[in-house]
C-alpha cells in the first residue's frame, strides 16, 4: 500500500450520484507538479547546507573542547597539596637550622620597631625569657620584657592601639595562609 494519499476530484465524487451535487462550485486550476528533478536538486542543496552548518558547529565546538581541556590540571588536588606541603617543610627545615643569637634578635627587633614606629609611639618589647637575656632590658628606647608564652625568636611590640608581632613561627604561619595549608601538620 502507498503512503500517499489518493486525490479525488470533487467534480468525480459528485458525478457519481451520491446525492451531492455542485451547482456553483468554482474548481481552482491545478498547479503543476514540481518536476522530478528540480525536487531532487533543492533536496540535495538543502542537505548540502545542513551539512555545511553541521561541520562548522562541529568544528567550533571541538575547538571550545580542547581549549576548556587545555585549562585542566593534569596533576591534580595532589600533586598541589604535595607541593604545599614541601616548601613548608624546606622553609621549616631552614628556620630550624639558624642559631638565635643577639645580632639576630637584633635585626628581628630592628625590622619590628621600624613597623611600629610608623604607626604609633612603642612602649615595650617582650620576648621569650631565653631571648630577653640575650638583648638585656632594653633595645634602643624601648624597654624589653620576658613573656614565656612567646616561642624563640618572636617578637612582640606593644604600643598604646595594640601589639604588632613578628618572628620566624609568624613567617611560617603566613606561608601556609599563603599556600592554603591550614590542615596540615608542621
Known sequence: MSDTPKRISLLAATARGTGFRTSTIRTAPQQAEPRPDEYARGLADGQQMAEAAFDAERTAFQKLLANAQAFQSEAGPE?????????????????????????????????????????????????HPDDAALVGKSVGKLAVHSDPTLSRATIRIECSQGWIEHGVALGIERLREALHCEGMAA
Open 79 to 127: 600533586l598541589s597539596l604535595l607541593l604545599r606541603e614541601t616548601v613548608v617543610r624546606l622553609v621549616s627545615q631552614i628556620t630550624d637550622g639558624i642559631v638565635i643569637d643577639e645580632d639576630l634578635l637584633n635585626r628581628q627587633i630592628a625590622r619590628a620597631v621600624e613597623i611600629i614606629t610608623e604607626a604609633d609611639e612603642a612602649r615595650q618589647i617582650l620576648l
